[in-house]
Every structure is written in structure tokens, then in C-alpha cells.
């Protein structure tokens, strides 16, 4: 049976972390915090890992995202994407912070992978170091390269805008979209860091952004799925896009078709759930793929209408 909450959203989508470590660490995120991070054998193996997502597949989900943490620092994520093709998921995605993508991109696409989401907070070499605390900026414009050298599309870079670190880099991420032909997206800071420093004045909203690039090069609306986080634009008078995602100031709840399975197996049904719900005690005990399947269900018909 199809998955739907008790509001008629029919979900769609699922966002695997299979990970919670990372290499960097963002001054806005909670990744970034070796103090949280879980004992390994909290973690799903890849076995557990594909036996949920045959489950879901059943249930209707057709696109499924790679996340972490960063997803390229667990060994075998390759072998995982090669596994979830073989289910039959038709849209397979992977959200990178790009460091080891150059070395890995070639991989990827022979596993199966179809599209990627570049994470790149700054286009100036030190403010990048301070905000990734690595020095790593020519490894991720390198993988960038690799990806839009290679078959996936479309190639996504993710900015989070945080006031006062690189709001001034509006509109030099839209001409780097422009001049690279691909999609430059703008995140809304959202409280989700570990160092708690969150602050409203802190979120640059979508639609600053937009009056800002629109102000100097005209932008037009791309039609979009409802359930999509982002609203598009392309520009009027050439190639790229821009992509404005607004958690904060524009909470796209009404059609989200999204589910998270975090590292540890539990299943996140927004973002901001107060609650999550355990999984791993399910796979590690003797319960059968039917029993799973009614217990995501039972979790999913809970889905709150919005954050
Ligand atoms: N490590 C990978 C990366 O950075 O792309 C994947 C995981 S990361 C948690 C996924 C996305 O969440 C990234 O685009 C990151 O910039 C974004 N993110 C993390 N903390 C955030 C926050 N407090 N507000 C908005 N976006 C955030
Ligand atoms: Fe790591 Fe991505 Fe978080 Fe940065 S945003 S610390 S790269 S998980």
C-alpha cells in the first residue's frame, strides 16, 4: 500500500544519512560536533540499510537521497548506490560537501547515481576555511568540476546564507551559477547548529536574495513540483539557475512527500520532529518485512502537518 499521512500527502521521497560523521565542520551544524556523534554499532549496516529501503521502495518511494554527516567518509557508499539502483529507485541523489567527490565521482556514476548536491558556503578561499574550519576549497571547486564533467544532472550547489559571514556573496554565487551554467541554491539558516548561535536576524531570506539578484540580472519563475523545497528561477538573459530554499521565512510543509532515515535507523518525519522513531530495535529483532512495513505505516499516518 501506497504511504500517505493522515493529511493526503502521498510520501515520495526518502533521505538516507548513513552516516553521522564528517570531515569538515560548519560553524552552523550539528554534524560538525564530534561530542554527538554515535558508537559505530548504533550505525545501520549497509544490509539494514537496503532491507528498509526495499520495504519503502514497496510503499512508493521513488527518490532517494544519500546524506550524512558526509556520505563519502563511510567506505562502501558506492556499493550502497549500486544496491538501491538494483531495487529500481528511479531518482538517486547524494548530498556532498565535495571534498573527496573529484576522486570519487567516476564511482558514483557506475553505481547508478543520477544528480548531486554540491555543498559550497563561500567562493572566497579563507572565508570557505573559516566557515568549513578545513582548508579544502580547491578539493570541493575540484569536485564541482568532476561532476559537471560527468553524466549526473543537474549538478546543485548548496550555500547556506548566514548574516554578516557571506550574505555579501549573493551576487557572486549567482554569477558563478551563470558563468557555470548550473544551479546555485540559497538555504535559509535554520536552528540547526551545534553551537546553538542560531538567531532570526542571522537568516538571510529567499526572498532578499531574490530582489538582490533580480535587481541585477532579471529573473524568470521555473515551474516546479509542489512538493519541491525549492523555488526556481532561471535568468532572463542566460544560462544557470538559481534555486531559493526558505525553511525560515516560507515553510514548504503544505506538499512535502519527504521522510529521513537518520545513521542509527530512526525515521525522522520532518526535519524538526521533537520525536523520532526506532527502526534498528525492528531490523536487529526478529521482525518480519511485513511487521516493518506496518510499523512505517503506523509512523508515517503521524506526520506533523508542518514545522
Ligand atoms: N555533508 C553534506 C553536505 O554538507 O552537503 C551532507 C549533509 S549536510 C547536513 C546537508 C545540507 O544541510 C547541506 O547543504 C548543509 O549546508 C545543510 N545544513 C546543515 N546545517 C544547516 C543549518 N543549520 N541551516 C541550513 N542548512 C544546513
Ligand atoms: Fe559536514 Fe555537511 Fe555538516 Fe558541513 S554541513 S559539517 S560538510 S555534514
Same mark, same amino acid.
Given at each position: 500500500?501506497?504511504?500517505?499521512?493522515?493529511?493526503?500527502?502521498?510520501?515520495?521521497?526518502?533521505?538516507?544519512?548513513?552516516?553521522?560523521?564528517?570531515?569538515?565542520?560548519?560553524?552552523?551544524?550539528?554534524?560538525?560536533?564530534?561530542?554527538?556523534?554515535?558508537?559505530?554499532?548504533?550505525?545501520?549496516?549497509?544490509?539494514?540499510?537496503?532491507?528498509?529501503?526495499?520495504?519503502?521502495?514497496?510503499?512508493?518511494?521513488?527518490?532517494?537521497?544519500?546524506?550524512?554527516?558526509?556520505?563519502?567518509?563511510?567506505?562502501?557508499?558506492?556499493?550502497?548506490?549500486?544496491?538501491?539502483?538494483?531495487?529500481?529507485?528511479?531518482?538517486?541523489?547524494?548530498?556532498?560537501?565535495?571534498?573527496?567527490?573529484?576522486?570519487?565521482?567516476?564511482?558514483?556514476?557506475?553505481?547508478?547515481?543520477?544528480?548531486?548536491?554540491?555543498?559550497?558556503?563561500?567562493?572566497?578561499?579563507?572565508?570557505?576555511?573559516?566557515?568549513?574550519?578545513?582548508?579544502?576549497?580547491?578539493?570541493?571547486?575540484?569536485?564541482?568540476?568532476?561532476?559537471?564533467?560527468?553524466?549526473?544532472?543537474?549538478?546543485?550547489?548548496?550555500?547556506?546564507?548566514?548574516?554578516?559571514?557571506?550574505?555579501?556573496?549573493?551576487?557572486?554565487?549567482?554569477?558563478?551559477?551563470?558563468?557555470?551554467?548550473?544551479?546555485?541554491?540559497?538555504?535559509?539558516?535554520?536552528?540547526? %547548529?551545534? +553551537?546553538?548561535?542560531?538567531?532570526?536576524?542571522?537568516?538571510? /531570506?529567499?526572498? @532578499?536574495?531574490? *530582489?538582490? =539578484?533580480? #535587481?541585477?540580472?532579471?529573473?524568470?519563475?521555473?515551474?516546479?513540483?509542489?512538493?519541491?523545497?525549492?523555488?526556481?528561477?532561471?535568468?532572463?538573459?542566460?544560462?544557470?539557475?538559481?534555486?531559493?530554499?526558505?525553511?525560515?521565512?516560507?515553510?514548504?510543509?503544505?506538499?512535502?512527500?519527504?521522510?529521513?532515515?537518520?545513521?542509527?535507523?530512526?525515521?525522522?518525519?520532518?526535519?524538526?520532529?521533537?520525536? %523520532?522513531? +526506532?527502526?534498528?530495535?525492528?531490523?536487529?529483532?526478529?521482525? /518480519?518485512?511485513? @511487521?516493518?512495513? *506496518?510499523? =512505517?505505516? #503506523?509512523?508515517?499516518?503521524?506526520?506533523?502537518?508542518?514545522?
Amino acid at each position: 500500500m501506497p504511504l500517505a499521512d493522515k493529511f493526503g500527502r502521498q510520501i515520495t521521497d526518502l533521505r538516507i544519512s548513513v552516516t553521522d560523521r564528517c570531515n569538515f565542520r560548519c560553524v552552523y551544524c550539528r554534524s560538525a560536533d564530534p561530542e554527538t556523534h554515535m558508537p559505530s554499532a548504533n550505525l545501520l549496516t549497509w544490509d539494514e540499510y537496503e532491507r528498509l529501503a526495499r520495504i519503502m521502495v514497496g510503499m512508493g518511494i521513488r527518490k532517494v537521497r544519500v546524506t550524512g554527516g558526509e556520505p563519502l567518509v563511510r567506505s562502501g557508499v558506492e556499493d550502497f548506490i549500486a544496491r538501491l539502483k538494483a531495487l529500481g529507485v528511479p531518482d538517486l541523489s547524494m548530498t556532498t560537501n565535495g571534498h573527496l567527490l573529484a576522486e570519487r565521482c567516476d564511482r558514483l556514476v557506475a553505481a547508478g547515481l543520477n544528480r548531486i548536491n554540491i555543498s559550497l558556503d563561500s567562493l572566497d578561499r579563507d572565508k570557505f576555511e573559516r566557515v568549513t574550519r578545513t582548508k579544502t576549497f580547491d578539493q570541493v571547486i575540484a569536485g564541482i568540476d568532476a561532476a559537471q564533467a560527468s553524466s549526473l544532472r543537474p549538478v546543485k550547489v548548496n550555500a547556506v546564507l548566514v548574516r554578516g559571514l557571506n550574505d555579501d556573496e549573493v551576487e557572486a554565487f549567482a554569477s558563478f551559477a551563470r558563468d557555470r551554467d548550473l544551479i546555485m541554491r540559497f538555504i535559509e539558516f535554520m536552528p540547526l %547548529d551545534a +553551537d546553538r548561535s542560531w538567531t532570526r536576524d542571522m537568516v538571510v /531570506t529567499g526572498a @532578499e536574495v531574490h *530582489d538582490r =539578484i533580480s #535587481a541585477r540580472w532579471p529573473l524568470v519563475p521555473v515551474v516546479h513540483e509542489r512538493s519541491e523545497t525549492a523555488r526556481k528561477f532561471r535568468f532572463a538573459d542566460g544560462r544557470g539557475e538559481i534555486g531559493l530554499i526558505s525553511p525560515v521565512s516560507q515553510p514548504f510543509c503544505g506538499h512535502c512527500s519527504r521522510l529521513r532515515l537518520t545513521a542509527d535507523g530512526k525515521l525522522r518525519t520532518c526535519l524538526f520532529s521533537k520525536e %523520532d522513531h +526506532d527502526l534498528r530495535f525492528l531490523l536487529r529483532g526478529d521482525a /518480519t518485512d511485513r @511487521e516493518i512495513g *506496518d510499523e =512505517i505505516h #503506523a509512523i508515517v499516518a503521524q506526520k506533523e502537518k508542518g514545522h
